[in-house]
């Protein structure tokens, strides 16, 4: 029998480019280091634990009494209390970090006592425990002496591992905090490598450089399967492709021309050739089982392109010219998809941005720049890891749809906070989506890991995150 090695190296293609817990929502690092308030319960849409949080209580609509775990230290050896908390709702607020919308949306918060935190949201807010989800806390002392910028150099939290070396080229190196306020992790030290280009990462793993690979692209399926010395995994989506009409423009703010496209779409062949098969058909909603609004009622558009052919020459639109824009990554499915609209008689083709030209089309809010834009199918792209809650999709829908009733829906599902009626809320929003063609459907991701012989316990299922706590290596 073997025993169990004191490290464990695992490879990612997520590049760590810094480790400001209040700059992110999900990654590598952070999520090993540090902790957050509450967490959702895998499997369990809408439900939650407590992590550094043991409790919650609604007093009223929007008055909210947060229990804090007791007896938890940072690992600076700073005992955990309300004040960082408070002290890391203050940081965010200052530093327009990455959550400052969700404070933004507190209309107060104060330190009851030690181990007690009251928030008062602006609006009823049913959100919240998902947002909190969302949030790493930090020790207020040591980032107030700080400052950002040194503070991400010293990672100081209170989770399973505290960070032992850092460089943004190679990668981290972790040490098993034995102050954990948790069950301890069963690995002494975890070395994770950053890989700019994935096919190192795939020729890494196959060489038995490392023992996990994470985030491993499609091609390496093909490459790692029938391998004796490397287990491949396929692990469960973490989002959804994303495809949004501009429906402000024509051809798209015709919906016949969107049923049309829809129509369109060989999803079944789009996975076989774009993706390698790493995907799932999206299921005519912008959300999965696993996610707090999910209705079983609704199902993925069958393809017709015949069916699709008509209407296109119905309306006038043969020749009609559709751009869809994305990201380098969905360089293979767009490529795909404008091949199917061409064939039922539109005339597409695919624009692909660079980060930041990606970044500012999401961030557009104004309808009048969508009217004038040339994009008739943004790739917007969505990640469901660190949420359990449909609203994480549907903020976006309006940015690109101009539809009363949709707004009143988000209006109304956003305050509500009866669990059941809210649900209710979310179903209906989900069918005006499906019944409007304002999403262009298509895959939701499969995610590709690989390990050695004697790994176990590897967490292929948290997008860009991992959790290392259960991840052993057996050697002879």
């Given at each position: 029998?073997?025993?169990?090695?004191?490290?464990?190296?695992?490879?990612?293609?997520?590049?760590?480019?810094?480790?400001?817990?209040?700059?992110?929502?999900r990654g590598?690092?952070?999520?090993?280091?540090?902790?957050?308030?509450?967490?959702?319960?895998?499997?369990?849409?809408?439900?939650?634990?407590?992590?550094?949080?043991?409790s919650?209580?609604?007093?009223?609509?929007?008055?909210?009494?947060?229990?804090?775990?007791?007896?938890v230290?940072?690992?600076?050896?700073?005992?955990?209390?309300?004040e960082d908390?408070?002290?890391?709702?203050?940081?965010?607020?200052?530093?327009q970090?990455?959550s400052?919308?969700?404070?933004?949306?507190?209309?107060?918060?104060?330190?009851i006592?030690?181990?007690?935190?009251?928030?008062?949201?602006?609006?009823?807010?049913?959100?919240?425990?998902?947002s909190?989800?969302?949030?790493?806390?930090?020790?207020?002392?040591?980032w107030?002496?700080?400052?950002?910028?040194?503070?991400?150099?010293?990672?100081i939290?209170?989770?399973?591992?505290?960070?032992?070396?850092?460089?943004?080229?190679?990668?981290?190196?972790?040490?098993?905090?034995?102050?954990?306020?948790?069950?301890?992790?069963?690995?002494?030290?975890?070395?994770?490598?950053?890989?700019?280009?994935s096919?190192?990462?795939?020729?890494?793993?196959?060489?038995?450089?490392?023992?996990?690979?994470h985030?491993?692209?499609?091609t390496?399926?093909?490459?790692?399967?029938?391998?004796?010395a490397?287990?491949?995994?396929t692990?469960?989506?973490?989002?959804?492709?994303?495809?949004?009409?501009?429906?402000?423009?024509?051809?798209?703010?015709?919906?016949?021309?969107?049923?049309?496209?829809?129509l369109?779409?060989?999803?079944?062949?789009?996975?076989?050739?774009?993706?390698?098969?790493?995907?799932?058909?999206?299921?005519?909603?912008?959300?999965d089982?696993?996610?707090?609004?999910?209705?079983?009622?609704?199902?993925?558009?069958?393809?017709d392109?015949?069916?699709?052919?008509k209407?296109?020459?119905?309306?006038?639109?043969?020749?009609?010219?559709?751009?869809?824009?994305?990201?380098?990554?969905?360089?293979?499915?767009?490529?795909?998809?404008?091949?199917?609209?061409?064939?039922?008689?539109?005339?597409?083709?695919?624009?692909?941005?660079?980060?930041?030209?990606?970044?500012?089309?999401?961030?557009?809010?104004?309808?009048?720049?969508?009217?004038n834009?040339?994009?008739?199918?943004?790739?917007?792209?969505?990640?469901?890891?660190?949420?359990s809650?449909?609203?994480?999709?549907f903020?976006?829908?309006?940015?690109?749809?101009?539809?009363?009733?949709?707004?009143?829906?988000?209006?109304?599902?956003?305050?509500?906070?009866?669990?059941?009626?809210?649900q209710?809320?979310?179903?209906?929003?989900?069918?005006?989506?499906?019944?409007?063609?304002?999403?262009?459907?298509?895959?939701?991701?499969?995610?590709l890991?690989?390990?050695?012989?004697?790994v176990s316990g590897?967490?292929?299922?948290?997008?860009n995150?991992?959790?290392?706590?259960?991840l052993?290596k057996?050697?002879?």
């Amino acid at each position: 029998m073997g025993e169990p090695a004191d490290t464990v190296v695992v490879g990612t293609s997520f590049i760590l480019d810094s480790l400001n817990p209040l700059q992110t929502q999900r990654g590598v690092a952070v999520s090993a280091a540090y902790d957050t308030l509450t967490r959702p319960v895998p499997g369990a849409p809408g439900e939650f634990e407590g992590r550094l949080a043991e409790s919650w209580e609604n007093t009223s609509d929007t008055e909210w009494l947060i229990k804090l775990r007791e007896g938890v230290t940072f690992h600076d050896g700073s005992e955990f209390t309300a004040e960082d908390v408070v002290g890391t709702f203050d940081a965010v607020a200052e530093g327009q970090f990455i959550s400052a919308p969700i404070v933004a949306g507190f209309a107060s918060y104060e330190a009851i006592d030690d181990y007690t935190v009251k928030i008062t949201t602006a609006a009823p807010n049913p959100i919240l425990l998902t947002s909190l989800s969302q949030m790493y806390i930090v020790p207020t002392d040591a980032w107030a002496e700080l400052g950002a910028d040194a503070f991400a150099s010293q990672a100081i939290g209170t989770g399973a591992y505290e960070i032992t070396d850092f460089a943004p080229d190679t990668g981290v190196t972790f040490a098993r905090f034995d102050d954990f306020w948790g069950e301890p992790a069963l690995t002494e030290n975890i070395k994770v490598r950053t890989f700019a280009d994935s096919s190192t990462l795939t020729s890494s793993i196959e060489a038995g450089e490392i023992d996990v690979a994470h985030a491993l692209p499609a091609t390496a399926k093909a490459t790692l399967e029938g391998s004796a010395a490397v287990e491949v995994v396929t692990s469960t989506g973490d989002g959804t492709s994303y495809l949004q009409f501009n429906t402000f423009t024509a051809p798209f703010d015709n919906p016949e021309l969107r049923r049309a496209a829809n129509l369109a779409v060989n999803v079944e062949g789009l996975i076989a050739a774009a993706v390698l098969g790493l995907a799932d058909p999206e299921p005519g909603q912008l959300t999965d089982e696993n996610i707090f609004g999910y209705t079983d009622e609704i199902s993925a558009p069958a393809f017709d392109a015949e069916e699709a052919k008509k209407i296109v020459k119905a309306e006038g639109a043969e020749g009609a010219t559709v751009l869809l824009t994305g990201l380098a990554a969905q360089k293979p499915s767009l490529e795909a998809v404008a091949g199917m609209l061409n064939d039922v008689g539109f005339d597409a083709t695919v624009k692909i941005n660079e980060t930041a030209d990606w970044l500012a089309l999401f961030r557009i809010t104004d309808p009048a720049e969508w009217a004038n834009s040339e994009t008739n199918v943004f790739a917007r792209g969505l990640s469901y890891v660190g949420t359990s809650d449909a609203n994480r999709a549907f903020q976006y829908v309006n940015r690109l749809v101009d539809d009363p009733e949709w707004e009143a829906l988000q209006e109304q599902q956003l305050t509500q906070m009866d669990p059941d009626a809210r649900q209710e809320l979310l179903w209906e929003s989900a069918h005006l989506l499906y019944d409007n063609d304002y999403i262009l459907w298509t895959t939701q991701a499969q995610g590709l890991g690989a390990q050695v012989p004697g790994v176990s316990g590897a967490d292929f299922d948290g997008g860009n995150a991992m959790d290392f706590t259960k991840l052993t290596k057996t050697v002879n």
